[in-house]
């Protein structure tokens, strides 16, 4: 799961994630959808199974809730996460927040980084699927796509999509490219989906308080 362009700016989930852990000691046309999207963890399963229909309904741009913190990067994206979550070094000019489940496994991830290369919105949810398979990840998969989605400061297009890594982990991720008024900044949310049903919530509220 990349967050940008450059493997050094959009390391897949895996990799983010070893490298944080050495570092640390890693309105738009839209179906109506609930806030909580359910997906298995077969690799057959239907939830899984491409689908050209936007299900973006769910986001609506707001403030942060009350507790929460924000993070911000060099050029003024603010990525806000829960609490709970907790913020990992990465590489500079990026932010990251992850969620460690009661066995000290990584049960969900958040991440901002600025736009680094020539991707679009008009383009950006073929792009990313494209590079997320670029940066080694096998069996990506589209599972909804949305374009001209308004953000707090800004508009963009999001894909959701599921994946396995190089290492065999399996996640799905929520990837939105937005365009603020000055800078534009790719967000990144993703999980294992034995926990999809159980974070999401969480990921799509942080991308509803996001600001590029």
Same mark, same amino acid.
């Given at each position: 799961?990349? &967050? ?8 897949? =989930? ?14 738009? +046309?839209?179906?109506? #959808? ?8 077969? +690799? ?9 229909? @936007? ?11 009350? %507790? ?5 990067? $060099? #050029? %003024?994206?603010?990525? @806000?996460? $829960? $609490? %709970?979550?907790?913020? =990992?070094?990465?590489?500079?000019? &990026? ?17 901002? &980084? ?5 991707? #679009?919105?008009?383009?950006? $949810?073929?792009?990313?699927v494209g590079h997320n398979a670029d940066e080694g990840d096998r069996k990506v998969v589209t599972l909804a796509t949305g374009s001209g989605l ?26 939105? =490219?937005?365009?603020g008024s000055r800078t534009s900044a790719v967000i990144v949310g993703a999980a294992p989906p034995h926990t999809w049903a159980a974070v999401s ?8 308080s996001f600001t590029a």
């Amino acid at each position: 799961m990349g &967050t940008a362009i450059s493997r050094k700016g959009a390391l897949g =989930l895996g990799a983010a994630i070893a490298i944080a852990v050495a570092v640390a000691g890693c309105g738009a +046309a839209s179906t109506p #959808t609930t806030r909580s999207t359910s997906v298995s963890s077969g +690799a057959g399963a239907a939830a899984e199974r491409p689908t050209t229909i @936007p299900s973006f309904a769910w986001l609506k741009p707001s403030p942060a809730p009350a %507790g929460w913190r924000v993070v911000r990067i $060099p #050029t %003024g994206a603010a990525l @806000p996460y $829960p $609490p %709970g979550w907790q913020l =990992l070094a990465g590489d500079r000019g &990026t932010a990251t927040a992850v969620l460690m489940d009661s066995r000290h496994r990584y049960a969900g991830y958040l991440n901002v &980084t600025p736009q680094q290369g020539s991707e #679009t919105l008009s383009d950006w $949810p073929k792009f990313r699927v494209g590079h997320n398979a670029d940066e080694g990840d096998r069996k990506v998969v589209t599972l909804a796509t949305g374009s001209g989605l308004t953000f707090r400061m800004g508009h963009g297009s999001c894909v959701r999509d599921a994946y396995t890594t190089s290492t065999g982990n399996r996640y799905v991720e929520l990837a939105c =490219l937005v365009a603020g008024s000055r800078t534009s900044a790719v967000i990144v949310g993703a999980a294992p989906p034995h926990t999809w049903a159980a974070v999401s919530p969480s990921i799509e509220r942080a991308i509803d308080s996001f600001t590029a």
